[in-house]
């Protein structure tokens, strides 16, 4: 026989081998989603996380209640491991008072919530009030405009944007940074238009805000945006218009919890980790169903399914509900440092924690060559409307996996699940985002999204 042929004949078998592959690849996929259409469980777990837990805001007993529940349920799937992983949480409170007024001839209610994180003001604070586009603006106005007021934040989200991320991102400085800016010119409060998409929302959106050594603390609070819209028109007409804010939250002791951990050892690379997750804790003027209580019962399900689809994983995934992502992502630096310790090497994380809206695809964190690699795997994924597969950010909880100093692996792969943007924002830290709000067949998808990635 020729060695022509013979390389010929080579080439045919190794593309009827990849041509196999490819379609035994399909069908478990095709399995994948069977499974999570059919005889889902992700939806009656949010159902209960929400409905019969509810809100879980780190250092609440809660988000204790949810560590329990998380185990227990990881404990009935049979896994090869559960466990709880203890760490150190913050412990802010939101109080029971938050008002917000415009005095005028007719005193004027304003829908407004706390920041997390912030300060109460001990009684009602009452002074005059100063509008600005960015914190920028703050050092061109100087201290003598400034000092003695509050300032009051009013940067939407660009609605031009198509990744309403990418809007989110443009404006969230002013909420997290907004205080210790304003408190370097003597500002004694901060009002911020909330993070929503909504022109005219009656619903504040909370949020974290920072404070920093050496600079005063000063209140800091979310106005809706209408709200927000009122108090723009009425400084319009008045200047020298006054508000007041009223809130009692405060900051306690540290307290311990738990992140919440359940792993299927592989069959062929045990040492070889891939972590998949979302965080258990959320803000509490709501029921935290899309962030993260989504990205919490994806990820369990992952699991889930493959114990009941029979799938030996060749390596050990593992699946961590992070506590603490919302106020400070202990959970997630926690993690990452015992991983460290322990001399773990995870060689691929996913993270679910932009909702539960209809998966589009995948974030990836990574290198162009992996990226290129993921992109490879696209064929199979896109008959089920699987399609961005993009360099970007991964997720909160799964960062520090890849920060300077709790490198696991300086080759790791990170991804987030990227499911449609467009309504997260109207629910995003609101009293909104409920179990209501997420629909059954997306939360689905999103589970089966993020265990074909797995596969």
Request: with cysteine; net charge negative; aromatic share 8%.
């Amino acid at each position: 026989m020729s060695k022509s042929k013979i390389l010929s004949l080579l080439f045919l078998w190794i593309g009827s081998q990849f041509a196999h592959s490819q379609n035994s690849d399909s069908l478990f996929i095709r399995q994948i989603y069977d499974e999570a259409l059919v005889n889902g469980e992700s939806y009656e777990n949010l159902r209960y996380l929400c409905k019969a837990i509810g809100h879980r805001l780190t250092g609440s007993p809660e988000a204790e209640e949810a560590v329990k529940w998380g185990k227990k349920v990881l404990d009935e799937m049979g896994l090869d491991k559960v466990y709880l992983q203890p760490i150190e949480i913050p412990f802010w409170e939101r109080g029971e008072v938050e008002k917000a007024m415009i005095h005028e001839a007719i005193d004027l209610n304003m829908e407004v919530t706390a920041l997390g994180g912030s300060i109460g003001t001990d009684g009602p604070l009452r002074t005059s009030v100063i509008e600005v586009q960015s914190l920028d603006e703050l050092d061109s106005l100087g201290k003598d405009a400034i000092e003695g007021k509050f300032v009051f934040y009013n940067r939407p989200m660009e609605p031009r944007n198509i990744s309403t991320f990418t809007s989110y991102g443009g404006c969230v400085d002013q909420r997290h940074w907004g205080a210790v800016k304003a408190a370097q010119y003597g500002a004694k409060g901060v009002f911020v238009r909330s993070m929503t998409l909504l022109e005219n929302d009656p619903h504040p959106h909370t949020g974290s805000m920072a404070y920093k050594d050496g600079v005063d603390k000063i209140p800091a609070a979310a106005l809706s945006t209408k709200s927000a819209n009122l108090l723009h028109r009425m400084l319009g007409n008045n200047p020298e218009l006054e508000v007041s804010l009223e809130l009692n939250c405060r900051t306690n002791p540290n307290k311990s919890s738990f992140n919440v951990i359940g792993e299927i050892t592989g069959s062929v690379y045990p040492d070889q980790i891939i972590v998949i997750g979302g965080h258990l804790d959320s803000w509490d003027i709501g029921e935290g169903a899309h962030d993260d209580g989504a990205g919490i019962v994806h990820s369990m399900e992952v699991l889930r399914m493959f114990k009941d689809l029979e799938y030996e994983p060749l390596h050990t995934v593992r699946v961590v509900l992070f506590m603490n992502e919302e106020n400070g992502n202990m959970g997630g630096k926690s993690y990452a440092k015992i991983a460290k310790e322990n001399g773990e090497n995870h060689v691929l994380a996913i993270e679910s924690d932009r909702g539960g809206f209809v998966p589009r695809g995948f974030s990836i964190a990574g290198s162009e060559a992996q990226v290129e690699q993921v992109r490879s795997l696209a064929n199979l994924l896109e008959p089920y409307d699987l399609h961005f597969f993009e360099k970007g950010f991964a997720g909160v909880d799964i960062s520090p996996l890849d920060d300077s100093a709790n490198i696991v692996n300086p080759n790791i792969l990170m991804m987030g699940l990227v499911p449609d943007s467009q309504r997260y924002f109207d629910h995003h830290h609101s009293n909104t985002d409920v179990f209501e709000n997420v629909n059954k067949r997306e939360l689905e998808m999103g589970c089966a999204a993020m265990a074909s990635a797995v596969y």
